[in-house]
């Protein structure tokens, strides 16, 4: 790797940094407003609909422009739902404006991948920004925590350029819109690329039919498919998961707010180390061979409802997250490579964000019912970790007949 992909790796690291540590500084920003439980998921809702509503048209933005101006601007949209956060907007719709940002940024920085580089590091590639993203989900909850924490806050205000009447929440947004400039300066030293499928016209029925046409267009390639279903599930379990722990570490772990927000990056040192092995011994042509271990992921989580012990607990998420990250890194490589013959990088990552945000807000949407109907927690991991399995089941028994006809990637 050179020195242009470890500046975009930076540039994605601080941003993803960022968007880690602002979820629970908005989550706290809701409970100090006294806003209901159920508000939390919901808040996870107005971030990911932006990648549904925008998923026809941030990829032929990506495919439009160099890649690193797409990011630098979509960073900088990100700034604007931070300073309306601290503004006094709603915290939903504040992070519903992050979500615009995040959405437009999704395809230009994976998409950049398949164009700086060959395939056959790819899956390399991905180990390598799965594993700057699981670092920063890791740092950006512990982070939060120390945020949050009024000890620190208050002993740091005196000597920051900020009222000394700021809330703790706000105090922490504050320093996370110092992560998104430091992520915008990286942007502007990413290497310019030769502009990839440009789109012949622009106006709006247009994109929409040509990002049906991609849409249809990957669900109907034979490894497509299967790599799109897997990653689909992945992240909407995964949006899904990161909430169940924390609402997990508080009843069954006796944590409380700040030390169950930074457990939950446990899960992401797993993924870290199922990225790592993942592109050690999985080769872009052997992706497929990694479906079964989705199936014991979900068995796995199921077993959270018999821990109560910290270190138990803390093992236990390393191995959900380590299986998470050996299928799911694969996959995306698989499906971007997939993508990029097909359609070009950021026409595929639109619709993967489309599909994968989909399924992210149909799984926060049903624990936000369930919760909000007063289901005991275990009820709730049983029927997640029922729900992975035998969808990872489902997708490798429809794997097994759509895959006899394909020779090769």
Known sequence: MNLGFYIILAAQFLSALADNALLFAAIALLADQNAPSWHTPVLQQFFVVSYILL??????????????????????????????????LNPLLAYGIVG?????????????????????????????????????????????????NPALAQSLIPFLPVPADLHIPKFAIVLIIVLYIGAAIANLFIPRIAIDHRLPRRNPFYLLHDFGHSFMLLWRDPL??????????????????????????????????????????????????????????????DSVKVLPTGIIM????????????????????????????????????????????????GHSIAVQNFNENLSILALLGLYAMMDHAGWPLNWIIIAFGSF??????????????????????
Not at 77 to 85: P, R, S, V
């Open 100 to 148: 615009l940002g995040a959405a437009a940024y999704s395809p230009a920085k994976y998409g950049i991948l398949t164009e700086y580089l060959p395939p056959a590091k790819l899956v390399a590639a991905n180990a390598w920004i799965e594993g700057a993203t699981v670092l920063a989900i890791v740092l950006g909850a512990v982070l939060a925590g120390l945020m949050l």
């Open 298 to 345: 979900g068995f796995v989580v199921i077993s959270m409802m018999f821990v109560t012990s910290p270190v138990i607990a803390a093992l236990l998420l390393i191995v959900i997250g380590a299986l998470g990250g050996f299928f799911v890194v694969p996959m995306n490589a698989l499906l971007q490579h997939r993508g990029h013959l097909l359609m070009g990088a």
């Open 55 to 88: 998923a026809p048209f941030v990829g032929a933005f990506a495919d439009a422009f160099p890649k690193g101006r797409v990011m630098f601007i979509s960073n900088n949209i990100k700034l604007i739902g931070c300073f309306a956060m601290l503004g006094g």
């Open 224 to 285: 497509g498919q299967v790599s799109l279903a897997v990653t689909t599930l992945f992240w909407g379990a995964g949006a899904t998961l990161r909430l169940v722990v924390l609402a997990w570490a508080m009843l069954a772990l006796k944590f409380d707010m700040q030390t169950a927000t930074q457990f939950t990056a446990v899960v992401a040192v797993g993924i870290a180390i199922g990225s790592i092995l993942a592109g050690h011994f999985i080769k872009l042509q």
């Open 388 to 409: 992975i399995s035998l969808s990872m089941l489902a997708i490798q028994l429809r794997f097994r007949r759509v895959i006899g006809s394909v020779e090769h990637v």
